[in-house]
């Protein structure tokens, strides 16, 4: 049973795109790995740009450059 753990800022993230990463990354494990896409959980957190840092910045900084 994959578990796949998709971590993304809360930028823009409609409900179509997240179904869009749902199905893709399901059908990726099943045409590489032969897995059974029944079984195949996909989770993804939206992480506020306040808690997400690249460089010792905050994105939320980053973004405001």
Not at 2 to 18: G, H
Request: with cysteine; glycine share 6%.
């Amino acid at each position: 049973m994959p578990y796949v753990n998709i971590k993304i800022t809360n930028e823009q993230v409609t409900p179509e795109k997240k179904k869009a990463l749902i199905c893709g990354v399901t059908q990726l494990l099943v045409d590489v790995m032969d897995k059974n896409p029944a079984t195949t959980v996909v989770v993804i957190d939206e992480i506020n740009t306040d808690n997400w840092g690249i460089g010792g910045e905050t994105v939320t900084e980053i973004r405001k450059k």
